[in-house]
């Protein structure tokens, strides 16, 4: 089932549509189970009431109507008959096993996918704004409750509701005993009253159940991504503490569930039907108005009722963790509409040239007070270096994303003439590299983390980019090479070994447009050096935007804009803005002493006298 990703879809398509319809999608599967239920469960009553009909007829014959020859012949046709009947109920139960189980796996997978693509294509800001325990609980735990609900759920609700029909059927049409069954009928509504009533109350335990159980999830890999940070500050016990509050808040819930469990009395009431039926039956017998065949065939389909009725304590469940654990997941994503939702797709791009324009643009984070960026316009000409600075928190790095479309904002972003919203996003994201401060590696062998953009790449290409990047000496430097494992997020390396490698990741896949996010703030002087000789070389013909305050990197910038409040306050060369514009003096002045404005002035206007 593809993934809901339009407006319209998600206001429209209810939770429930959504479920069935991932059920729906093997109806063969589901026939096979309704029959195949229905099949089993109908041998299963016959069986009693052939027994009542072999003791009626064959044993007791009262009337005498057999001889001894005919009460062999017909005591064996029923014996004959109830193993036939016994074999072709374990086939059909076989076959409706590997129904259920496919049902349940099939369903799992596909929701599985689902939810793996609908987190792929959400917009960062969906990311920002959410837990990633929560998101791992959801696909693991709540995957997994959503199987149970399928199977052995699915199967153990259809056998209650199937077999209380069945018996219904079977009592009315076959066995002529109206006496039992006005007798039964106030102990089976009582009977449906209560296992609804259980229902009821079990579903609300349920949904807290799975959202507490979310709760330590995310506890547990906030406190393991934060594991260095923990030992560091020396507050082991406190998060101790912390995680044992989640779990002592997760039993009480627990509890709730198993004392409920503890009243389930469904089955009393089954068994207080069938001691009266026997009861009342016995009179009638007495009475000769019912003979003991039937009432063996009466208390025996009761009896069937017995296996049924005391496995819906842990259908309901079943059924309810699943259901609150699917509505979790389809809740998560509808939560934001994925990128794929909003291209237009009406331009495709081929080689560009990497003119870059930006027209009136604004952005602001969900949760900022203001905009980070306001009504920002300015032009790059294709091949151009532009640097860009200004202070903490002024939307350096903010503005770069956006030409990345990894946010929305309002206004114009033009790559080649051409409104960036309209191009697909993968086409557009293959032809730009960008590399942030904070490196993010894959735990896997550094050859996968370099190859990561471009997994066709030979290892002459790898090879080729990581020399590049400086990168080769030091692999090589490991006993495994290129096969050496970087640990979680890159923790087996130094914070200019990750760099270095996220520099070669990004040359191997030979964008046309470059974003450095203070790439270099992580090595030492020599390997920057090495590194700046490396990008000058790959930048050469390409548009490229470097975040820094390295005076000697933005010397060699085309053009630097000075962002401040949210805006774009100087654009020039250094050397202009060296003279003229005080917000960039002030960010530079603490490197060098510089003359004052007034000096610079005072100088340019005597060398024009």
Known sequence: MAVLTAKKEIS????????????????????????????????????????GQALDQVIIDQKNLLTNSEQLDLLRDFVF???????????????????????????????????????????????????????????TNDLSQVGGLISPGFSMMADVFISVTIAAVLIIAVLNAPQL???????????????????????????????????????????????????????ETYERKKFMEYVLDFRDTWYKRQILQARYFPTLILFATTGTSVLIGS??????????????????????LIGPTYIISFAVVLYNGGLAGARRIYNMEMKEVGEDAIEKKIETIGNIQGKITFKGVSFQYPTSKGPILDDVSFNVAPGQMIAIVGPTGSGKSSLTKLLLRLYDYSGEILLDDVDIQKIPLESLRKRIGLIEQDVYLFPRSIRENIAF?????????????AKLAQAHE??????????????????QLSGGQRQRIA??????????????????????????????????????????????????QIRRA??????????????????????????YRRIFGKHAVLPSLEQISSNENGGNM
């Open 503 to 552: 520099l070669a990741r990004t040359f191997l896949t030979d964008p046309r447009i470059l974003i450095l996010d203070d790439s270099t703030s992580s090595v030492d002087s020599k390997t920057e050096e090495e590194i700046v000789k490396a990008i000058n070389a790959v930048s050469q013909g390409r548009t490229t935007f470097i975040i820094t305050h390295r005076l000697s």
């Open 181 to 235: 069954l006005i007798l039964s009928i106030p102990f089976f509504l009582v009977y449906l009253w209560a296992v609804f009533s259980y229902n009821k109350k079990m579903a609300p335990i349920s949904h807290t159940f799975m959202r507490k159980w979310s709760a330590i999830a995310t506890a547990v890999q906030d406190n393991i991504t934060g594991a260095e940070v923990v030992r560091a500050f020396a507050e």
């Open 283 to 304: 009179l009638l017998i007495l009475a000769e108005e019912l003979t003991i065949g039937t009432l063996i065939g009466f208390t025996g389909i009761l009896f069937t």
């Open 12 to 51: 429209s398509k209810s939770f429930s549509r959504w479920f069935l319809g991932h059920l729906l999608a093997n109806p063969l599967n589901l026939v096979v189970i309704f029959i195949g239920t229905s099949v089993s469960i109908l041998i299963r009553m016959l069986i009693p009431i052939f027994l």
């Open 474 to 491: 030091f692999i090589s430097e490991f006993p495994k090479g290129y096969d050496s494992y970087v640990g979680e997020g890159g923790s």
């Open 453 to 465: 953009g471009a997994r066709d790449a030979t290892e002459a290409k790898i090879m080729e980019a």
């Open 558 to 583: 085309d053009c630097v804009l000075v962002i401040k409040g949210n805006k774009i306050v100087a654009r020039g060369h250094h050397s202009k803005l060296i003279r003229q514009s005080p917000d």
């Open 81 to 139: 008959l109830i193993l036939v009947l016994g074999i072709l109920r374990f086939f059909v139960g076989v076959i409706t096993s590997i129904a259920n189980e496919w049902l349940s796996w099939t369903s799992q997978r596909r929701i599985r996918e689902e939810f793996f693509d609908s987190m792929q294509k959400k917009p960062l800001k969906f990311h920002d704004s959410v837990r990633t325990g929560e998101l791992m609980a959801l696909a």
